[in-house]
């Protein structure tokens, strides 16, 4: 059974045969690369489900294959790396990534995480998949939420747009974050709420990936002082901002 086609990308050959070998007894098609022009080649050549990235290369780093992998395609990505510094994960999941493993690791837990980032990615694919299938009139009243002088999230696309009509360029996790707590709108929801509703309820209480995720959308948002999204301190969050049809 062919689960999906993983792009793994390090220069470790080594470790790449041992990935390899036990991602493909587990039904995936694995594709290698061990550094950065190899790794863009790859993706200019083929479509991947997931992208398994190193962050030191020989030719570079691994880092600034994030945003050349998103202008390339919306492929989720994991962090796969020896650094282990708090620091380190958290420009990761700011940049883009979809999750961060550190080496070394158990396959099993490496197989689970990536299950994990691409069921998200096929639920969010087909949520937007059915959301095209209603009528226009319908989508137009449903699926377009306008907020705070301008901005508009549209579900149907999967986009938020700013007042001048173009993309803020939110990941799919960054918009399901955004687009749950505008439908509930002057409610509070805690870290764990927003974990179920957008990580399929993946829930550690050391995880900041919900606070990291909260911070890029006030960036985006231009929501500085926190008046969009307040935080509730010791709960979670709330979308305090305007709505208008």
């Known amino acids: ?8 990308v390090d220069d470790d050959r080594d470790l790449q045969l041992v990935v390899c070998d036990y991602l493909q007894s587990d039904g995936y ?13 790859k993706v200019d050549e083929g479509t991947f489900d997931i992208i398994l990235l190193d962050l030191v290369l020989p030719d570079g780093e691994g ?10 395609a919306k492929t989720p990505i994991v962090v796969v790396s020896g650094k ?15 999750d961060y493993i550190t080496k070394p690791f158990e396959m099993r837990e490496l197989s689970a995480r990536i299950k994990a980032v691409m069921r998200r990615s096929d639920s969010a694919t087909a949520t937007a998949a059915q959301k095209e299938s209603v009528p226009q009139d319908a989508e137009k009243k449903a699926e377009l939420v306008k907020f705070c002088d301008g901005w508009t999230l549209d579900r149907a696309q999967y986009q938020l747009f700013r007042p001048d009509s173009s993309s803020a360029e939110l990941t799919t996790g960054e918009f399901q974050l955004l687009d749950a707590l505008i439908s509930s709108s002057q409610k509070t929801l805690s870290r764990e709420r ?22 890029r959308i006030r960036k985006k948002i231009k929501d500085e002082n926190a008046e969009i999204i307040k935080t509730v301190r010791g709960v979670g969050y709330m979308f305090c901002g305007e709505l208008s049809a």
């Open 1 to 8: 059974m062919n689960k999906g086609k993983v792009l793994s």
């Open 194 to 215: 927003l974990f179920e509703l957008t990580r399929d309820g993946d829930y550690d209480v050391y995880d900041r990936a919900i606070d990291i995720q909260v911070a």
């Open 29 to 41: 098609q694995v594709t290698e690369a061990y550094d950065v022009a190899s790794a863009l080649e």
């Open 84 to 98: 282990s510094e708090t620091t380190e994960k958290v420009v990761c999941l700011e940049m883009g990534a979809d």
């Open 63 to 72: 880092l600034s294959l994030i945003p050349q992998f998103q202008q390339r």
